[in-house]
């Protein structure tokens, strides 16, 4: 699963960068800043995503978390195998396809130890996820698959990661969801404050 991310204000630009070269440097004024939002995320708050907007791709705010059925309850993740079977995800699955920015992402392990994950190679990890709007407006959740071999140490779940070059099939080119819906994420750098860092 995925319960707690960190943005930080040093993924404005590459946001920006990646916008302008999806966007073969059109609509660039579209892109709402993620400067000043550092720190952790947790449901319930509004964060940055890339979404589809009238053929293009926009930095928006959304608000983390579906309503759930029962007061105060949330649902914030997805399965990546059960979403197009679930009536609150199938549409979703289908045409509110977004993707999540972070700086890396937050997993507490048994001992109820935190680990931060992230990646090896590049500042911002893009993460799956799918929208929906409700009265108070925009809303997401991040898909979840199951953990690859850097995750496995600490949880059996972890967030569909996509890759650079992925993000815009997964916004855009329904005839592919199902492929990414399956496909293994890559590894990922783990630190803890109770051992020493791993690499994988």
């Known amino acids: ?17 990646l916008i302008r070269q999806i966007n073969r440097g059109q609509g660039q004024g579209l892109m709402k800043t993620t400067e000043g ?8 708050k509004a964060a940055p995503i890339l979404s589809e907007s009238n053929g293009s791709i926009q930095c928006v705010w959304q ?7 029962r007061e105060k309850q949330l649902i914030f993740n997805a399965r990546c195998e059960s ?3 679930k009536p609150l ?28 994950f992230q990646r ?10 799918l929208s929906r709007r ?3 407006g925009e809303h997401f959740v991040i898909l979840t698959t ?10 059996d779940r972890m967030p569909l990661i996509l890759e650079r070059e992925e993000i815009e099939t997964w916004i855009w080119d329904g005839t592919k969801t199902e492929d990414i819906l399956h496909k293994i994420p890559c590894l990922l750098e783990r630190r803890s404050d109770y051992e020493q860092m791993s690499l994988f």
């Open 63 to 69: 608000y983390w978390g579906f309503p759930g059925y």
């Open 146 to 155: 199951a953990a690859n071999m850097s995750m496995e140490p600490v949880h």
């Open 120 to 129: 090896k190679d590049k500042s911002v990890l893009f993460m799956a996820g």
């Open 37 to 44: 939002v550092a720190g952790e995320v947790c449901p319930g």
């Open 89 to 116: 995800f199938r549409d979703c699955v289908r045409s509110r396809r977004v993707v999540i920015p972070a700086a890396r992402f937050y997993e507490w392990n048994p001992g109820k130890e935190k680990n931060s």
């Open 134 to 136: 409700y009265e108070d």
């Open 83 to 85: 979403a197009l079977e």
């Open 1 to 17: 699963m995925c319960g707690r991310y960190h943005v930080d204000d040093k993924m404005t630009g590459e946001i920006a960068g």
